[in-house]
């Protein structure tokens, strides 16, 4: 049976998910569910041990003309054809881990939410960072809802109404899951902002649907 729950942390407000509709209610409610503690600490540390093995590149990414590595390590699985090109680089898909995929598994049972990759980010702490931006590649199959899961340490992520402006902080603990439901990559950008006192690391997975074969036609 297909859970659909719904979470509460939103700064100072009530966070409800926008699927009730409405441009107004769009404007200043992203349409997301919280869930947090999603995951019990047994499936955290399955995650995190796994994670000290997983092929994180840094790769350069080209920003008004010059080059720079990317501020985090990164990884994407996926399934056959699912190769994702995410901030201008191609990114192959890597065979799914065992606990990376179960955990896809587990998002599809809990909420019906398919998935065919995972972006797996690795920040070493609150110097490595992720700035604003919509998860809206041509490649994500349209409709389609993506489930964030954060393991390690607490950081905040931003999120930002692109006509608005109205901004919304959520602080993101280990184990929570952020279901970003269609359609906030086309309205709401998010970011996570850097912070000088975090000494420890943090990992991120986003599970994502993408439209296989996308960049073979
Ligand atoms: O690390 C995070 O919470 C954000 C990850 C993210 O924005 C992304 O993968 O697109």
Redesign the pocket.
């Known amino acids: 049976m297909q859970q659909r729950q719904k979470g509460f942390e939103f700064g100072d407000m009530e966070n409800q998910a926008a699927d009730e509709g409405g441009e107004a209610e769009l404007a200043s409610k992203p349409p997301i569910t919280l869930i947090p503690g999603y995951l019990n600490q047994a499936q955290q540390q399955a995650l995190i041990h796994e994670a000290e093995h997983y092929p994180f590149t840094r790769p350069e990414i080209r920003i008004f003309g010059r080059t720079h590595p990317i501020p985090r390590r990164q990884v994407w699985f996926g399934d056959d054809g699912c190769d994702y090109l995410y901030s201008g680089l191609f990114i192959r898909a890597e065979p799914w881990p065992k606990y990376a995929l179960r955990l896809r598994e587990k998002l599809q049972r809990d909420f019906g939410l398919v998935s065919n990759g995972v972006?797996v980010?690795h920040?070493r702490d609150g110097s490595d960072t992720?700035g604003w931006?919509s998860?809206d590649e041509a490649e994500i199959v349209p409709g389609s809802d993506i489930a964030?899961v954060?393991l390690g340490v607490s950081?905040p992520?931003f999120l930002r109404h692109n006509e608005s402006k109205t901004k919304v902080e959520l602080m993101?603990n280990s184990g929570d899951l952020?279901i970003m439901h269609w359609p906030m990559q086309s309205s709401w950008q998010?970011?996570?902002p850097k912070r000088a006192k975090v000494t420890r690391p943090?990992l991120?997975l986003?599970y994502r649907h993408l439209i296989p074969h996308f960049h073979q036609g």
């Open positions: 972006l980010n920040y992720m931006h998860d964030s954060t950081r992520f993101l952020l998010h970011a996570l943090r991120n986003t």
